[in-house]
């Protein structure tokens, strides 16, 4: 049977910021952190034939431009830094 690793961005995103509130007290910038070596490292005794990392497309509203632009970049940051 293969082994699939399906990881929903806005989960981690959310989860990943929690630690960073309790350890780091700042914001996480996303392309400088290595979490595929997080998760392989964490995950090294589970033999993964297959890695899905996916988002929900974030769209820009009217109302909140610049908060709209932010989570964007933000979320292609992570994809950009993303390497399986």
Do not use: C
Request: proline share 2%; aromatic share 12%.
């Amino acid at each position: 049977m293969q082994t699939i690793l399906l990881i929903d961005g806005e989960n981690f995103k959310g989860k990943i910021r929690s630690v960073f509130k309790e350890i780091a007290k700042e914001k996480p910038i996303w392309h400088e952190y290595n979490f595929k070596g997080l998760l392989d490292k964490v995950l090294k005794d589970i033999p993964i034939e297959r890695r899905v990392f996916y988002f929900a497309r974030i769209k820009e509203h009217e109302a909140s431009k610049e908060k709209s632009k932010q989570l964007v970049e933000e979320q292609r940051l992570l994809k950009t830094h993303w390497q399986f």
